[in-house]
């Protein structure tokens, strides 16, 4: 059936109606709140909000890599016409590092110190064919490695960070996996390793790859994203294009994430006021009131809904 897209515009996963989050000394506490999110096949979709909103425990819930504590109380995360929360952990075996690869903030996390890159880059093979090394060159090739038999004789901790994460990319490619999960693949490394990290998995993309790219960094969302979801607190706030979220944010949070963006002579105009609150914290109403500059008295007591791109009131 896959051959017959054409058109890549359509889903690779859909998030419906997703809750869940942790026992925090016997009690529970959500971490996400009723997210629905649809991502489109051949396009980097950030996800964007400050440290503690909850990106990083999405992507995990994706790939269910959660801690002990955590629950999931309702919800579909479908891929490949099937939903992933009722996979047993052997299917999902079949699913991480394969159909759904993680590029995680520290590339030291998903390689194994004790391997040469090539040991652990040919561990991905079923079987040991002689062409695999082939393979693993090529797939360092494609990701501008150049000194490629020097790095696949190092390990793990021989190598920079953007070599390491360069790597990794490398082995999602063998894989060949559709969606790529990047949590703050970046935020590690410096400005130009960065960029051309960046510019990778810009690559990935025009071979038809979906990256999901998180971020606590709107400068990295305008210049490499397609399409910009706000989170606060375990809620979506907004989503759109990115050009028209850029061009014309609705949500008093995502006006005050892009007024907190350094302007063009490099000076940050104004920070948000107040703090995100942890999750133990609980919050009435709309969740951003009490750091808003447009609260009203309804949003201290009600909830917004999600109306077609925004969750606020004055929408
Ligand atoms: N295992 C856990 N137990 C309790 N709380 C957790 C756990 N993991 C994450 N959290 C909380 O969930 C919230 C979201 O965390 P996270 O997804 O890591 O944020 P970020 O957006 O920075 O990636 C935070 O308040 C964090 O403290
Ligand atoms: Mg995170």
Not at 207 to 212: C, F, Q, S
Not at 220 to 248: A, P, Q, R
Not at 297 to 307: Q, S
Request: net charge positive; hydrophobic share 35%.
């Amino acid at each position: 059936m896959k051959g017959l897209y054409i058109n890549t515009d359509f889903d690779i996963i859909k998030i419906k109606n997703l809750s869940m989050g942790f026992n925090i000394d016997d009690k529970f506490y959500y971490a996400l709140e009723n997210i629905n999110l649809d991502f489109s096949k051949g396009k980097i979709h950030a996800i964007a909000g400050e440290s503690g909103c909850g990106k990083s425990v999405l992507i995990n819930t994706i790939l269910k890599i959660l801690p002990k504590n955590a629950i999931i109380k309702s919800g579909e995360i479908i891929f490949d016409n099937k939903n992933l929360l009722n996979f047993s952990e052997k299917e999902y075996e079949n699913i991480r590092g394969k159909k759904i690869s993680l590029i995680p903030q520290d590339p030291f996390m998903s390689l194994n110190p004790l391997y040469t890159i090539e040991n652990q880059m040919l561990e991905v093979f079923e079987n040991n064919k002689i062409q695999n090394l082939e393979k693993v060159k090529d797939a360092l090739n494609k990701v501008k490695i150049k000194n490629i038999d020097t790095v696949l004789k190092s390990y793990p901790h021989e190598l920079s960070g953007g070599m390491k994460q360069r790597v990794i990319i490398a082995m999602s490619l063998i894989q060949n996996s559709d969606l790529i999960l990047a949590d703050e693949p970046t935020t590690a490394l410096d400005v130009s390793v960065s960029n051309s990290i960046l510019d990778l998995l810009v690559e990935l993309k025009n071979m038809g790859k979906t990256i999901i790219l998180i971020t606590h960094d709107l400068s990295i969302v305008s210049n490499y994203c397609d399409t910009t979801t706000i989170m606060y607190l375990g809620e979506i706030v907004e989503k759109n294009n990115t050009k028209d979220l850029f061009k014309n944010p609705l949500h008093p949070y995502t006006k005050a994430l892009l007024g907190a963006l350094p302007d063009k002579r490099g000076k940050k105009l104004e920070n948000i006021k107040g703090q995100i609150s942890p999750i133990t914290e609980i919050i009435n109403g709309c969740k951003f009131h009490p750091r808003c500059n447009y609260v009203m008295d309804k949003c201290k007591i009600e909830k917004p809904e999600f109306k077609h791109c925004v969750k606020c009131f004055l929408y």
